[in-house]
């Protein structure tokens, strides 16, 4: 199994190196509801909220790749993977994670990002989709899953193993012991994918989502999950191989203190672990909902994150004992060069947290962090024009999205 992988975006440019330490984001997906991007009401996902989420992670500097941010209602749900792959691919540049609800489905949507990267040599030299088969924990592999992992061997396209393995409840209540069991599931996957296409690349990864006993919910914000898969992943780095990780997330239901804490303690504990694939910035209700408003403050502190974990480089200028001895004491550094060389790459600058002195703050309005990050989702919405697809490949894709629809649904009697 490679040590590794090179992610590219959708025309073929180098995106993400997937290996060693370096920790790339993620939006959430899957979840049966959304918290309207405009209004910020719940309502049951539809194919058009997908489309909104990818436009607003498509602008977004640290949201590294996207995944389809919920599961369609508005489509039947054996076929909802083409639509939400269109609905992607057409508001992104970004490389992609897809579920994948079918086999046959699968095929399709591998079918279509050939149709977008040129060609099915072009995209195995260039992928920007990987696929996230999740088994289910404890080492139940079902059929259907085994054939969407065989499908990705066989194209060569990466692939993230994802059963979920709940300490209590489908893995054993200690995390040592949850760690050995996700470690023996994802070597199930590795192996399997290895004896269909020896070399084909697929990371050592997992989920470890945490029960609360009291609700019988996952609890996305609790910091055992976090923790769980930081040892995961010093396991999947003793072997080389890449990790993939979940943060970003909360169980609160709407933009407040116990969101932001959530959240930021799951990308800080993640990206200090090294974990390279970081999913589900966004979650938000025990990951019963995608929202954008979760994922714009996610982009912000990862932005934060991102500084610390860059730590500070050492070298004759930057230990600037000139520039120091130059000023002398009593002095100030403002009106030196040295600081303007450094200022913008020395300091993270932030967009959404509020620096201002209390009168200019109160001055325009008090706003809070909801506010903002609410103002900054429909500017986002309104403005934001991701780059289109060419016509004739977005017609193409289109045809094979109806092609496979009517396939799938024929094979199950329901045309």
């Not at 949507?109 to 099915?120: D, K, L």
Request: aromatic content about 6%.
């Amino acid at each position: 199994v490679p040590k590794g992988w090179t992610i590219y975006d959708r025309h073929g440019r180098r995106a993400m190196e997937v290996e060693g330490r370096k920790s790339h984001f993620s939006t959430s997906t899957a979840s049966p509801n959304t918290k309207d991007a405009l209004t910020g009401d719940y309502h049951e996902t539809r194919v058009a909220d997908i489309a909104t989420g990818a436009r607003v992670a498509d602008a977004l500097p640290n949201i590294d790749f996207v995944m389809p941010m919920g599961s369609s209602q508005d489509v039947d749900g054996n076929v909802a993977d083409l639509y939400e792959f269109e609905a992607v691919i057409t508001n992104t540049t970004k490389p992609m994670v897809f579920i994948g609800y079918t086999p046959t489905g699968c095929e399709y949507v591998f079918e279509m990002a050939a149709v977008v990267a040129g060609g099915q040599d072009r995209l195995r030299e260039r992928p920007f989709v990987m696929l996230y088969p999740e088994a289910i924990s404890p080492f139940v592999f079902p059929r259907e899953v085994v054939d969407r992992i065989f499908i990705a061997a066989d194209r060569f396209m990466p692939q993230v193993p994802g059963a979920t393995a709940q300490p209590g409840a489908t893995a054993p209540m200690t995390l040592a012991g949850t760690v050995v069991q996700v470690t023996a599931e994802s070597l199930i996957h590795i192996s399997l994918a290895q004896l269909r296409k020896p070399g084909c690349p697929v990371s050592m990864s997992g989920n470890v989502g945490i029960l609360d006993m009291a609700t019988a919910l996952m609890a996305f914000g609790a910091p055992e999950g976090s923790l769980g898969l930081a040892a995961q992943a010093q396991v999947a780095q003793s072997f080389g191989l890449p990790t993939w990780g979940l943060a970003g997330s909360t169980d609160a239901k709407r933009l407040d203190a116990q969101a932001g804490i959530e959240s930021t303690f799951g990308i800080f504990a993640q990206a200090l672990a090294g974990l390279n694939l970081i999913h589900d910035v966004g979650y938000m209700a025990s990951g019963m909902a995608c929202s954008c408003e979760q994922l714009v403050m996610g982009n912000e502190i990862i932005g934060m994150t991102r500084r610390f974990v860059e730590g500070i480089r050492v070298d004759a200028d930057t230990l600037a004992r000139d520039v120091i001895d130059a000023v002398g004491p009593g002095g100030n550094f403002l009106a030196q060069r040295h600081t303007v060389d450094h200022l913008r790459k020395e300091l993270w600058q932030a967009r959404l947290l509020n620096r201002q002195p209390i009168a200019t703050w109160q001055e325009a309005g008090q706003s809070t962090m909801e506010d903002r990050v609410r103002d900054e989702v429909r500017q986002i919405v309104e403005t934001h024009q991701p780059e289109p697809l060419d016509g004739k490949i977005l017609d193409e894709v289109q045809r094979l999205k109806r092609d496979g629809e009517k396939e799938i649904l024929d094979r199950l009697g329901k045309t």
